[in-house]
């Protein structure tokens, strides 16, 4: 009888990690604290639950590195991807979902395996001695006594950032004499996000109301825990430069307002939130002002004057380790190699890449369990230069978490003009990932 790898932790990387490792044929007891202990974000006790965005980013697998990793996790087998791509919404050349679709079909998915147990408890401290296999997939908003064990184990002074959620609106209260459909420079289906147009006026008044509303303050042993650059809170940007938001998620550079035949001085976009269509959510508005304040900034928004809002934005911190100093290239702790970490708390960013690196670490134990060799993915693959980026690649001195892009990738070994580097460095990303799984095709997932 092969004895069950532990996993802690039902978010996308859990989820996956358990995926992997039972389709391997290994049996997993999967912990997930809630719903006996909640979390600042999450509404529900489904498995990968989204509380951010319901947006994968883009699906362009030719030339985007996020693309490349979608389409190098459906060829190795990922819930996560097959999930998502059941329950898509419209939204350009991204993957986007209907968040309670898309993790109650995960949680349909796990729970139906049979080689998955779920126990609903939390791990309050480092995990028994006994379990010889663990995988951490905690996430960013891993428990504060699991969080302090893993201190204790690492000798690390802090494991914390901050980022924000964005706030959801209901569709049926914009007003579309002012705002109208249309994706930057007509990408997907051309209508994929609504856009509410800002004068020169109504922007320098919406900034400044941004930064002189009320904001969330922090409790004493939060107020050195450093932002996540990418995902600062609004308000924040606004700080930086009266232009920023204009060049960054107010940018109005490939839309025209019907109404004016021209492109306005800024825009605010707002992305489907479920495959009903009635829920939106405004895009690159995650925030730490408080709710009255959030409600009074952002009903300035032309088009959102009468905005109900589903879902008011918010402030939660996160959690991550100093990888490239604390694990190793199987993603197993140095001081103790039984335990494995995955997803988030590893230090990269992102929903896929945090079911990328819960798919690598479910693949790994699931090899050790069954003393199959550990077959890492090529360096020249998105899974591999994640990998390779937070188990050494990057300085450990200066390491924040990290999306996958194409400079984790190591350079072509032939000269390709400039404007196809990204096409080149994709297609050899798919080759050499097949080749990949034809190596390690005996601990590759099936379906069950």
């Not at 859990?14 to 290994?26: D, H, K, L, T």
């Not at 939060?222 to 204009?246: K, S």
């Not at 035949?261 to 605010?268: I, K």
């Amino acid at each position: 009888m092969i004895n069950p790898i532990h996993i802690i932790g039902g978010g996308l990387a859990g989820a996956e990690a358990a995926w992997a490792a039972a389709a391997a044929g290994v049996p997993v007891i999967l912990h997930e604290m809630r719903p006996c202990r909640g979390t600042e974000a999450h509404r529900t006790d489904k498995f990968a639950e989204l509380v951010c965005s319901n947006s994968l980013r883009s699906d362009d697998a030719a030339t985007n590195a996020v693309g490349v990793l979608h389409e190098e996790l459906r060829r190795a087998g990922s819930l996560i991807l097959k999930a998502a791509d059941a329950t898509r919404v419209p939204a350009g050349a991204a993957l986007a979902v209907d968040r309670e679709n898309f993790s109650a079909a995960v949680t349909a998915a796990i729970s139906d395996h049979p080689l998955i147990s779920v126990r609903r408890e939390e791990v309050a401290g480092a995990p028994p001695a006994d379990w010889d296999s663990v995988i951490i997939a905690s996430g960013p908003l891993t428990s504060p006594a699991l969080s302090q064990a893993i201190l204790g184990l690492t000798g690390e002074e802090s494991l914390a950032f901050f980022d924000a959620i964005a706030p959801i609106i209901h569709a049926d209260s914009i007003d579309f004499d002012k705002a109208w459909f249309q994706s930057r420079y007509d990408k997907g289906d051309g209508k994929d996000y609504i856009n509410c147009p800002l004068e020169k006026e109504q922007y320098e008044a919406f900034v400044d109301a941004l930064l002189a509303g009320e904001k969330t303050t922090f409790k004493e042993w939060e107020a050195n825990t450093p932002y996540f650059n990418g995902c600062l809170p609004i308000e924040v940007m606004a700080e930086r430069g009266r232009d920023t938001l204009r060049f960054g998620p107010m940018k109005p550079v490939g839309l025209t307002d019907p109404r004016t035949g021209r492109r306005p001085y800024a825009v605010v976009q707002l992305r489907q939130d479920n495959a009903l269509g009635t829920l939106y959510n405004i895009v690159g508005f995650q925030t730490k002002l408080k709710h009255a304040a959030q409600v009074e900034t952002f009903r300035r928004i032309p088009g959102l004057e009468n905005a109900s809002f589903a879902r008011l934005g918010g402030l939660h911190r996160n959690t991550f380790l100093n990888s490239p100093r604390l694990l190793d290239g199987a993603l197993r702790l140095k001081a103790e190699p039984r335990l494995r970490f995955a997803g988030q708390i590893t230090g990269v960013e992102g929903y896929v890449e945090s079911a990328a690196i819960g798919l690598l670490a479910g693949r790994f134990a699931a090899a050790e369990r069954l003393g199959r060799p550990i077959l890492p993915p090529p360096p020249t693959t998105a899974l591999g230069a994640l990998l390779v980026h937070i188990t050494g690649g990057a300085m450990a001195d200066t390491f924040q978490p990290m999306n996958v892009n194409f400079g984790l990738f190591p350079p072509l070994e032939s000269k390709v003009k400039k404007n196809e580097r990204k096409g080149a460095m994709a297609a050899r990303a798919l080759a050499d990932l097949d080749g990949w799984l034809k190596s390690s095709s005996h601990t590759a997932p099936h379906q069950p």
